[in-house]
């Protein structure tokens, strides 16, 4: 398939963009990034100035994993896609499914355009061998990470505060006793 347009489209957009500024922080992490808003506010203008739409498709399969797909298409009807970007939620709800999907969606589109949406640390965060308290990371640890990131997803998207208290406090309307302990444990140990 021919990419001659879109991709002559796609050189103007990127003479233009410019990375989104990072306003939101991940307090887990003590990080910022852009939320998917702020991407979106950032991107649309330049790549309709430029003939090109934006579509990022989602849903899910049988086995309860919800996906993405950004599609980038031209006035000429020459197409950029992405492969189906599969993600397990953190809980199998309405929330945990919504999380996911925007992950996805900021992941996949910041990727594809060649932008950067969080503060570049050098690896370290993901080369992280083991937590502050020197103990093995569990899968226990892994799941309250990601219920963490869930809850100041929620939280940001609402413009509320992202502390300690607030996500104890969602957790305790999200999660049983026991996910609320792990959070907690979690929340402690930074």
Known sequence: MEIKNIAAALLEVQRKIKNPSNTATNPFFRSKYAPLPDILNCVRPLLTENGILLIQ???????GDVYVQTKLIHTSGEIIETDKLFLKPDKNTAQGSGS???????YQLTALLGISSEDDDDGNIASKARPK??????????????WID?????????????NENAIISKAKQLYD???VKQIEDQLKRN
Request: zero cysteines; a negative charge; charged letters at 25%.
């Open 57 to 63: 498709n989602t849903g899910s399969n049988e086995a």
């Open 100 to 106: 996911a999907i925007t992950y996805g969606r900021r």
């Open 133 to 146: 308290d020197g103990s093995n990371p569990s899968q226990d640890d892994a799941e309250a990470v990601k």
């Open 150 to 162: 869930e809850i100041k997803e929620m939280l940001i998207a609402k413009n509320f505060n992202v």
């Open 177 to 179: 006793g026991q996910q």
